[in-house]
């Protein structure tokens, strides 16, 4: 046990000692030697950072970053990882920048640098002009009051996310409606008791009727922001970019090629995003040092994407990834079912022991659906507590009449 406490604290050490050393390093001169910028998202927050019909990643946020790479004279490569693991990622150079609707007070800041504000959503609740609601109205007081909003939107997401997500509002309290017209139509005929909307919407729109009031909490206050690693110096140049993607218009340009913008697809709820997202290193048990949990895709041992196989059949999937973190994953961890069409499986367990800096293989027996066409399933690395983090992964086919199993 002591000998195996020891070595703990020895990884642990050279881990601190590799990260400050990196961080003392001209990380930017380091991107723009190597010409890519490694951009972290988790794609769950349209339309900031999400998937595309394609499956392809867009948003607001990556259209942002993409321009800031491009004036910095870098290619920009998306890699996809859990909300939660963003920090970890960025501790151990996985990524140099992470972003998508990332609220800087809702992650550490003792790890991260952030940049500056790049985009405040001034959201707010309208209420009739005689109601009793009070202006202090409080997060935890919407659980029993009837909320409007404009469904496939922005807000759709931030209610999904922000509230049902972290238990604040049911969601059978919540009411969906294709237009804010509907939803005010709504509050009129007390069928709501409120409306989350924009602050400009309600200017806009309402405010000159004089039949309602506008009340927006600091809770319902979006900051966004990119951030690095502690010390990095990417963080000011990002910023430099940034005032002038402003001053000359394209964030502008690009805001509102999203700001309006409906999903194709109806938005999930996400309970991926907590409030806090404070501990990014593991819990400390019997005495360990804690650690970071970090993963990295490498490769499609068998059935690479595109792989055509006949509907209704099994077929057997490995996945390579890599431990890139200072924890052991024990026999508790394992890869999670996130989204996409249902192959049959929910969890893959690991089961031995991958110590940090090993490659190890999922593999898991899945059944096609009865649907022909592309078919697209996403999974996640969770610690025992139920954490996510790492890259996402993927099966990726295309399902078939055809008699025979083919790649492409």
């Keep these: 046990m002591k000998k195996r406490f020891w070595l703990q604290i020895s990884i642990l050490l050279i881990f601190l000692t590799v990260t400050n050393g990196f961080a003392e390093d001209d990380h930017l001169s380091a991107v723009k030697t190597n ?29 942002l970053m993409q321009e800031i790479g491009r004036r910095m004279g870098v290619a920009v490569e998306n890699i996809e990882i859990a909300y939660e693991g963003l920090p970890a990622a960025l501790a151990v150079h996985q990524v140099d920048v992470i972003g998508g609707a990332l609220e800087a007070g809702e992650m550490s800041s003792e790890m991260l640098d952030f940049s500056r504000i790049y985009f405040l959503g001034n959201y707010g609740l309208m209420i009739l002009g005689n ?36 238990g604040l509002i049911d969601f059978q309290q919540v009411i969906y409606f294709d237009t804010v017209a509907e939803a005010v139509d709504a509050l009129n005929w007390n069928e709501v008791d409120l409306i ?11 405010e000159i009727d004089g039949s309602y009031r506008f009340i927006s909490p600091e809770w319902l206050k979006e900051n966004y922001a990119f951030a690095s690693y502690k010390g990095s110096n990417l963080i000011p140049e990002i910023n430099r970019l940034l005032d002038l ?43 360990e040092e804690p650690c970071l949990n970090a993963m990295r895709f490498l490769a499609d041992v068998t059935v690479p994407d595109g792989t055509k196989i006949p509907r209704d059949s099994e077929f057997e999937k490995t996945w390579r990834v890599y431990n890139i973190g200072t924890c052991t994953w024990t026999k508790d961890y394992f890869l999670k ?47 025992p507590e139920g954490k996510s983090f790492g890259q996402t992964i993927w099966v990726n086919i295309e399902v078939t009449d055809d008699g025979l199993s083919k790649s492409n």
Excluded at 41 to 62: K, M, R
Excluded at 196 to 206: F, H, P, S, V, W
Excluded at 248 to 257: C, R
Excluded at 260 to 287: C, F, T, W, Y
């Design 196 to 206: 989350l909307m924009a602050r400009n919407t309600y200017k806009r729109q309402y």
């Design 131 to 166: 109601s009793e609601i009070p202006d202090s109205i409080k997060e935890e007081d919407l659980y029993w009051m009837r909320l409007g909003v404009e469904k496939g939107g922005a807000m759709d997401q931030f209610v999904k996310t922000k509230l049902i997500g972290r």
């Design 337 to 383: 079912y996130k989204d996409g069409a249902s192959l049959g499986v929910q969890r893959i367990p690991v089961v031995e022991e991958v110590h940090p800096g090993s490659d190890y293989e999922f593999t898991a027996v899945f059944k096609t659906p009865s649907e022909t066409g592309m078919t697209r399933t996403s999974w996640q690395m969770m610690t």
């Design 245 to 287: 993607i402003m001053a000359d218009g394209t964030a502008q340009k690009l805001a509102g090629k999203y700001g309006n913008l409906i999903s194709s697809h109806p938005i999930a709820v996400s309970p991926d995003r907590p409030e806090e997202n404070q501990e990014e290193m593991s819990s400390a048990k019997n005495g």
């Design 35 to 63: 010409r890519i910028l490694y951009f972290g998202v988790a794609p769950d927050f349209f339309p900031f950072v999400y998937h595309n019909e394609a499956g392809e990643l867009t948003g607001l946020d990556i259209d």
